[in-house]
């Protein structure tokens, strides 16, 4: 089995919040600002070799699919929940 390599996070984020407490309309509330900083290796919970790329699932919930040139694949590194897909067809 291969081991893991770092270069494949390269490019990669890991999304998550900060707390910031905050007074609005006279009462104390707190806010969830995100926040973005590069993934670590710390970060990832689990990883699969495919051959020619790697599937990293990180524990802010991407699943993020990199070839094992360290790049990431644009169409696999969707966002968890979006169910968004590009393109579509022009009916006339």
């Known amino acids: 089995m291969a081991r893991f390599d ?5 490019g ?3 999304l998550s919040s900060e707390k910031k407490k905050t007074v609005k309309d ?3 509330v707190t806010q969830n600002i ?3 900083r590069p993934l670590a290796e ?5 990883w699969k070799d495919l051959g020619d790329s790697v599937v990293i ?15 990431a694949d644009a169409a696999a590194d969707e966002k968890k929940g979006t169910g968004k897909k590009e393109g579509g067809s022009d009916a006339s």
Request: glycine share 14%.
């Open 12 to 14: 990669l984020t890991y």
């Open 42 to 46: 710390a970060d990832v919970l689990d």
């Open 34 to 36: 995100p926040t973005e």
């Open 57 to 71: 699932v990180a524990g802010d919930g991407q699943k993020h699919k990199v070839s094992k040139g360290g790049k």
């Open 6 to 10: 770092q270069k494949w996070l390269e």
């Open 26 to 28: 006279g009462r104390p």
